[in-house]
Antibody, heavy 118, light 108 residues
Framework: QITLKESGPTLVKPTQTLTLACSFSGFSLSASGVAVGWIRQPPGKALEWLALIYWDDERRYRPSLKSRLTITKDTSKNQVILTMTNMDPADTATYFC??????????WGQGILVTVSS | SYVLTQPPSVSVAPGQAARLTCGGNNIGDYRVHWYQQKPGQAPVLVVYDDNGRPAGVPERFSGSNSGKTATLIIRGVEDGDEADYYCQVWDTGRDYVVFGGGTKLTVL
């Protein structure tokens, strides 16, 4: 059974750096073709893809946020980490991590609501 | 960047067919995937690769894709199908994931 779960702070202040972890089980991020992505959803708004990391450590970022995002993986811990710098109230959203082995997202975490407020 | 356009809302009576569209420039050249999201829940894949159906998804869900429009078709709509639906493609040229703006399906 594949599971993913997001963890991290639910409240951050403007200008701070957000660090989120995606802990997963039921698959290996060392397996060829596997990738984990981060997607966010502001309250009442649409899904927005942020970043992706592949089994071979290749990374892809949303161009408009590339300067603020870093995605890394710890295969031994079955975790993917997303950091986002210089947080702004507009970054308030539910952040999801999801598994992809193809160009679609097979399985999603439950999401974590992150609020940016002073 | 590539843009996917979805109507904000679609309403359908129970038992009827719902057709949710996703428009994009030459979207027929892309592989389109659809997700269902109910309030407070994570999205769930309901159609992949234009018309593939993941295990556990009812046969009532199907898809098509041609030209400038991809369509998710839900036959025999039930109350439980009421949700937001998102289309998604992978812009392989830029290695960039794109989601549509989502359509809220209301069952009358």
């Amino acid at each position: 059974q594949i599971t993913l779960k997001e963890s991290g702070p639910t409240l951050v202040k403007p200008t701070q750096t957000l660090t989120l972890a995606c802990s997963f089980s039921g698959f290996s991020l060392s397996a060829s073709g596997v990738a984990v992505g981060w997607i966010r959803q502001p309250p009442g708004k649409a899904l927005e893809w942020l970043a992706l990391i592949y089994w071979d450590d290749e990374r892809r970022y949303r161009p408009s946020l590339k300067s603020r995002l870093t995605i890394t993986k710890d295969t031994s811990k079955n975790q993917v980490i997303l950091t986002m710098t210089n947080m702004d109230p507009a970054d308030t959203a539910t952040y999801f991590c999801a598994l992809t082995g193809d160009p679609w997202f097979d399985a999603w975490g439950q999401g974590i609501l992150v609020t940016v407020s002073s | 960047s590539y843009v996917l356009t979805q109507p904000p809302s679609v309403s359908v009576a129970p038992g009827q067919a719902a057709r949710l569209t996703c428009g994009g420039n030459n979207i027929g050249d892309y592989r389109v995937h659809w997700y269902q999201q109910k309030p407070g829940q994570a999205p769930v894949l309901v159609v992949y690769d234009d018309n593939g159906r993941p295990a556990g998804v009812p046969e009532r869900f199907s898809g098509s894709n041609s030209g400038k429009t991809a369509t998710l078709i839900i036959r025999g709509v039930e109350d439980g199908d009421e949700a937001d639906y998102y289309c998604q493609v992978w812009d392989t040229g830029r290695d960039y994931v794109v989601f549509g703006g989502g359509t809220k399906l209301t069952v009358l």
